[in-house]
């Protein structure tokens, strides 16, 4: 059984940084895609960053997110991070870490159906 654990959030004031960590085990993967979402209070939940592994690294952002936040993996650690500077309060939302066990399409990334794992979110608040 693949566990999910998510760590990094907090309280932060605006222009601010901060890095999530996702931390899958429990299994091994040939080819895999890791993502962020989030959801905020009365909001759907909204696709972040991905990265894609199937040999090579790629990495995918939300245009909501570009230019502020980074998404890297440390393969020694198997961990995936989520580097966020410039952080606003909209920012604000719980940020969940998503495991796919396919190497995902870019049209399918933002789904949250082609996810299999899931982890249980951390809390992200961005205010003064």
């Known amino acids: 059984q693949v566990q999910v654990e998510e760590s990094g959030g907090g309280l932060v004031q605006p222009g601010g940084s901060l890095r999530l960590s996702c931390a899958p085990s429990?299994?091994?993967?040939?080819?895999?895609?890791i993502s962020w979402f989030r959801q905020a209070p009365g909001k759907e939940r909204e696709f972040v960053a991905r990265?894609?592994?199937?040999?090579?690294?790629?990495?995918g952002y939300a245009d909501f997110v570009k230019g502020r936040f980074t998404i890297s993996r440390d393969s020694a650690r198997n961990t995936v991070y989520l580097q966020m500077n410039t952080l606003k309060p909209e920012d604000t939302a719980v940020y969940y870490c998503?495991?796919?066990?396919?190497?995902?399409?870019?049209?399918?990334?933002?789904?949250?159906?082609?996810?299999?794992?899931w982890g249980r979110g951390t809390q992200v608040t961005v205010s003064s």
């Open positions: 998503a495991v796919s066990e396919s190497a995902l399409i870019t049209s399918s990334q933002a789904n949250p159906q082609f996810y299999n794992y």
């Open positions: 429990g299994r091994s993967f040939n080819r895999y895609t």
């Open positions: 990265l894609r592994w199937s040999g090579m690294t790629s990495t």
